[in-house]
């Protein structure tokens, strides 16, 4: 993205003044990876190596295993 913001820079003669260097398209972006996380994550997880999630209550893991049923 940079380069490509640099090659449509206009060119400025360097005597007439200072180099004017923001980028007007750029953006700062964070994606946080629990949240998108897939529906069937759990899912998989569990059919692949046997785990659930730790701080699940006792109706949490219910819910789960009578999901799990219809897929396994």
């Known amino acids: 993205m940079v380069a490509n913001h640099l090659s449509r820079i206009p060119s400025q003669d360097l005597t007439e ?3 004017h260097d ?3 398209d750029e953006h700062l972006l964070h994606v946080n990876t629990l949240t998108f ?3 069937y994550a759990d899912i ?3 059919l692949a190596v ?3 999630p730790s701080h699940w209550t006792k109706l949490d893991k219910q819910k789960f295993f009578r999901k799990v049923r219809t897929y396994f």
């Open 22 to 24: 923001s980028f007007p």
């Open 50 to 52: 046997g785990s659930i």
């Open 37 to 39: 996380a897939p529906w």
């Open 44 to 46: 998989a997880n569990y």
């Open 17 to 19: 003044g200072p180099i």
